[in-house]
């Protein structure tokens, strides 16, 4: 399989999925370190922010876990309206979810990837995978700052930050 453009070539069609990851992340020349065998780690550039992303691989599942990490941290006042917001943000997702770490108060993209028998992933569902998480941290980011930083309620943050998307060219 062929790398998309401006990639580096990469060494296999389908990988384990840590593996197959750190392809992507070099061949994009992102930085990225394995945290353990299951485990990688790495920073991505969005458009708002650099976000950090995480694969875990639960082999006897056979899934891989993406975290993505746009570094907001909900303080507990701010937490019934973004709770809130959470809510009507994951209405609008067909994959993944947004959530809130109990612990932290960290916002997150979480999808699961449910991998065949054989347990390996291909480039182009590491390449859909990641630039879902990243397209969709960039799409909802501004409506969680409207929350945190300007003080609109969930609705009309949502509404805002979504304008804001169409508008973009």
């Known amino acids: 399989m062929r790398a998309a453009e401006g990639d580096r070539d990469i060494e296999r069609d389908d990988a384990l999925p840590v593996e197959m990851l ?4 070099e061949a994009r020349g992102w930085p990225c370190e394995f945290v353990n065998d299951e485990e990688i780690s790495g920073e991505i550039q969005g458009s708002w922010a650099k976000y950090q992303l995480r694969g875990i691989w639960r082999e006897e599942d056979r899934v891989l876990q993406l975290l993505c990490l746009p570094d907001i941290r909900v303080p507990e006042a701010k937490l019934r309206h973004c709770f809130e917001l959470l809510a009507m943000v994951n209405e609008q ?3 993944g979810h947004f959530d809130i770490w109990s612990t932290g108060g960290v916002l997150l993209y979480r999808h699961g990837l449910m991998l065949g028998d054989d347990g390996l992933l291909s480039l182009g569902q590491a390449q859909f995978a990641v630039e879902s998480a990243v397209s969709e941290c960039d799409r909802f980011y501004p409506a969680f ?10 609705a009309d943050a949502l509404s805002s930050a ?3 998307a169409a508008g973009e060219a």
């Open 22 to 25: 750190a392809q992507l992340f």
């Open 93 to 95: 997702l067909w994959l």
């Open 145 to 154: 700052q409207f929350v945190l930083w300007g003080d609109k309620n969930p």
């Open 162 to 164: 979504l304008v804001d």
